[in-house]
């Protein structure tokens, strides 16, 4: 089973301590490597998922998300992020991914509507307004709150406009974000066991990337 390259850790911290193009461009080769160990890593995932969901089989490299920053409205930030990220696409574009944060000290994973634009947002509260129940089980299944803990996300201090205060999930009504995640030990991304614990957490967390996609397809 193929893992990332050893020196992906590394790497980063090295990056983070010489964010600038030059540096990039004279350690070229070396980010070639790691990048390529993250492919692998990807490749290795989707077939793991494949195992619990009929996966929508994808080119590994289109997982990956790029490293450079986009500054044309944050002219301030460094030419480069300092972590990577891999967004598993299990139905293809459209859809919502299951994301892999991977910087030293700071490994997850989850999934659900992160700062989601409006129509996505209203599109997920106009669900759970008819569906409520449907995600109140979903939320209080033992995998997934072992797992994650429970959904998170920002929520609004009042309710939506247009909902009532004492409707009967609106505590799920308030989301502003709505996501499932977990930390993981830094060595999970090397070694066939630590794709074996994301296999699990992947297939704990289906009924929510559902509930998700659903909303998604009527936005």
Same mark, same amino acid.
């Given at each position: 089973?193929?893992?990332?390259?050893?020196?992906?850790?590394?790497?980063?911290?090295?990056?983070?301590?010489?964010?600038?193009?030059?540096?990039?461009?004279?350690?070229?080769?070396?980010?070639?490597?790691?990048?390529?160990?993250?492919?692998?890593?990807?490749?290795?995932?989707?077939?793991?998922?494949?195992?619990?969901?009929?996966?929508?089989?994808?080119?590994?490299?289109?997982?990956?998300?790029?490293?450079?920053?986009?500054?044309?409205?944050?002219?301030?930030?460094?030419?480069?992020?300092?972590?990577?990220?891999?967004?598993?696409?299990?139905?293809?574009?459209?859809?919502?991914?299951?994301?892999?944060?991977?910087?030293?000290?700071?490994?997850?994973? !989850?999934?659900?509507?992160? %700062? *989601?634009?409006? =129509?996505? #947002?209203?599109?997920?509260?106009?669900? &759970?307004?008819?569906?409520? /129940?449907?995600?109140?089980?979903?939320?209080?299944?033992?995998?997934?709150?072992?797992?994650?803990?429970?959904?998170?996300?920002?929520?609004?201090?009042?309710?939506?406009? !247009?909902?009532?205060?004492? %409707? *009967?999930?609106? =505590?799920? #009504?308030?989301?502003?974000?709505?996501? &499932?995640?977990?930390?993981? /030990?830094?060595?999970?991304?090397?070694?066939?066991?630590?794709?074996?614990?994301?296999?699990?957490?992947?297939?704990?967390?289906?009924?929510?990337?559902?509930?998700?996609?659903?909303?998604?397809?009527?936005?």
């Amino acid at each position: 089973m193929k893992t990332a390259h050893p020196d992906t850790y590394d790497f980063l911290k090295d990056l983070r301590a010489n964010n600038t193009k030059e540096w990039m461009d004279a350690n070229r080769k070396r980010y070639q490597t790691v990048r390529g160990g993250l492919i692998d890593l990807a490749e290795s995932l989707q077939s793991a998922f494949a195992e619990v969901y009929p996966m929508t089989m994808m080119d590994p490299k289109k997982y990956l998300a790029r490293i450079n920053n986009n500054r044309r409205f944050h002219p301030d930030k460094p030419p480069y992020k300092n972590n990577f990220a891999l967004m598993v696409k299990r139905r293809g574009p459209g859809y919502g991914d299951f994301y892999l944060h991977i910087e030293p000290g700071n490994l997850f994973i !989850g999934t659900g509507l992160y %700062h *989601p634009p409006r =129509e996505a #947002l209203n599109a997920l509260r106009d669900l &759970i307004a008819v569906r409520g /129940d449907e995600l109140q089980a979903i939320s209080e299944n033992q995998d997934l709150k072992k797992i994650f803990g429970g959904i998170s996300g920002d929520k609004l201090v009042r309710q939506p406009k !247009g909902f009532e205060a004492d %409707h *009967p999930h609106i =505590e799920l #009504l308030k989301h502003k974000d709505m996501v &499932i995640m977990k930390k993981l /030990d830094d060595d999970t991304i090397f070694n066939a066991k630590g794709i074996e614990e994301i296999k699990t957490a992947f297939a704990a967390a289906i009924p929510f990337m559902d509930f998700i996609d659903d909303a998604l397809e009527s936005a």
